[in-house]
C-alpha cells in the first residue's frame, strides 16, 4: 500500500470518528433530555466545538502518522543495509512520501464528489426549511453532509488509487 | 463522437533492457512516485505529456517507443 492510500485512509478514519463522536453526543444530550427542542445555540455551538476537534484531530493525527511512517521506513532502511547513514534515511523518506500528477489528479476529481456531496446536503438542508422542519435538522444535515462529503472523498482517492485514473 | 483511444506502453521491457531498472529508480529519474510508475506500467493512468517526455528521457528513447496507442474498435 503506497504512502497516498495509508494518509488517505487515516484521514477517513479520523473523519468517521468525528462524525461518529458528534452523533453520540449529540444523541445522548437529546436522550437525556438536557437539550430543549429547537434550541439553536446549543447545536451552532456544539458543531463549531466539534469542527475544531475535528481541525486539531486531523493534524494531531496526520503528525503523528507521519512521525511513525519515518520512523518504520528507517527501521526498515536499517534492516535492509546496516551501514546507510542518516542522509540515505531522508532520502528514502523524501521519496516515498513525494505527491506527483497522479495524486493531484486524483485529489482534484476526488474534491468534485466532496463537493457535490456538500452540495447536495446544503439543497436538502434547504428543502428541509422549505418543509417546515425545524432548522436544528437543517443544521444537522448541513454538518453531516459536509463530513460524508470529506469522508467520500477519501473513498474515491482510493478507488482511483486502485482502479487507476485518466485525464478528461 | 471522437473514438477511444488506449495508450499503450513499453516501459517493463525498457525496464527490463535498461539492467533491470527497478520502479522506484525510474520513479527517482522521472520525479514521480513508485504508486504513479506502477500505474502508468499497467495501463491505469496516462502520464502528462511532460511526464512522458521525462519517461524517454530516462531511457533515451524516443517517445514513441515508450508509449504507443489503440484506437479500440479498430481492427
Given at each position: 500500500m503506497s504512502y497516498q492510500e495509508k494518509k488517505?485512509?487515516?484521514?477517513?478514519?479520523?473523519?468517521?470518528l468525528i462524525l461518529i463522536a458528534y452523533f453520540t453526543y449529540t444523541y445522548t444530550k437529546y436522550q437525556s433530555g438536557v437539550v430543549i427542542e429547537g434550541d439553536l445555540k446549543f447545536w451552532a455551538t456544539t458543531i463549531l466545538v466539534f469542527i475544531g476537534i475535528g481541525i486539531v484531530a486531523t493534524i494531531i493525527i496526520q503528525i503523528v502518522f507521519h512521525i511513525l511512517l519515518s520512523v518504520a521506513i528507517a527501521v526498515q532502511a536499517k534492516v535492509?543495509?546496516?551501514?546507510?547513514?542518516?542522509?540515505?534515511?531522508?532520502?528514502?523518506?523524501?521519496?516515498?512520501?513525494?505527491?506527483?500528477?497522479?495524486?493531484?489528479?486524483?485529489?482534484?476529481?476526488?474534491?468534485?464528489?466532496?463537493?457535490?456531496?456538500?452540495?447536495?446536503?446544503?439543497?436538502?438542508?434547504?428543502?428541509?426549511?422549505?418543509?417546515?422542519?425545524?432548522?436544528?435538522?437543517?443544521?444537522?444535515?448541513?454538518?453531516?453532509?459536509?463530513?460524508?462529503?470529506?469522508?467520500?472523498?477519501?473513498?474515491?482517492?482510493?478507488?482511483?488509487?486502485?482502479?487507476?485514473i485518466n485525464h478528461g | 463522437m471522437a473514438k477511444k483511444i488506449i495508450i499503450t506502453n513499453e516501459i517493463r521491457k525498457l525496464r527490463f533492457f535498461a539492467n533491470e531498472m527497478t520502479q522506484q529508480q525510474l520513479a527517482e529519474k522521472v520525479g514521480a512516485s513508485r504508486q504513479t510508475i506502477i500505474s502508468i506500467e499497467a495501463g491505469k493512468y496516462s502520464p502528462s505529456l511532460e511526464?512522458?517526455?521525462?519517461?524517454?528521457?530516462?531511457?533515451?528513447?524516443?517517445?514513441?517507443?515508450?508509449?504507443?496507442?489503440e484506437v479500440k474498435g479498430d481492427k
Amino acid at each position: 500500500m503506497s504512502y497516498q492510500e495509508k494518509k488517505t485512509i487515516i484521514s477517513i478514519v479520523t473523519g468517521l470518528l468525528i462524525l461518529i463522536a458528534y452523533f453520540t453526543y449529540t444523541y445522548t444530550k437529546y436522550q437525556s433530555g438536557v437539550v430543549i427542542e429547537g434550541d439553536l445555540k446549543f447545536w451552532a455551538t456544539t458543531i463549531l466545538v466539534f469542527i475544531g476537534i475535528g481541525i486539531v484531530a486531523t493534524i494531531i493525527i496526520q503528525i503523528v502518522f507521519h512521525i511513525l511512517l519515518s520512523v518504520a521506513i528507517a527501521v526498515q532502511a536499517k534492516v535492509k543495509d546496516e551501514n546507510c547513514d542518516d542522509k540515505e534515511i531522508e532520502k528514502t523518506i523524501e521519496l516515498e512520501m513525494v505527491s506527483d500528477e497522479m495524486d493531484k489528479l486524483i485529489e482534484l476529481k476526488s474534491s468534485m464528489v466532496g463537493f457535490g456531496v456538500a452540495g447536495a446536503g446544503f439543497m436538502l438542508s434547504l428543502f428541509a426549511i422549505v418543509f417546515n422542519y425545524s432548522p436544528v435538522v437543517m443544521l444537522n444535515i448541513m454538518f453531516a453532509s459536509f463530513s460524508i462529503g470529506s469522508i467520500l472523498e477519501g473513498f474515491t482517492q482510493l478507488y482511483f488509487y486502485r482502479k487507476g485514473i485518466n485525464h478528461g | 463522437m471522437a473514438k477511444k483511444i488506449i495508450i499503450t506502453n513499453e516501459i517493463r521491457k525498457l525496464r527490463f533492457f535498461a539492467n533491470e531498472m527497478t520502479q522506484q529508480q525510474l520513479a527517482e529519474k522521472v520525479g514521480a512516485s513508485r504508486q504513479t510508475i506502477i500505474s502508468i506500467e499497467a495501463g491505469k493512468y496516462s502520464p502528462s505529456l511532460e511526464m512522458a517526455f521525462r519517461i524517454a528521457e530516462a531511457f533515451n528513447v524516443k517517445i514513441g517507443e515508450v508509449f504507443d496507442y489503440e484506437v479500440k474498435g479498430d481492427k
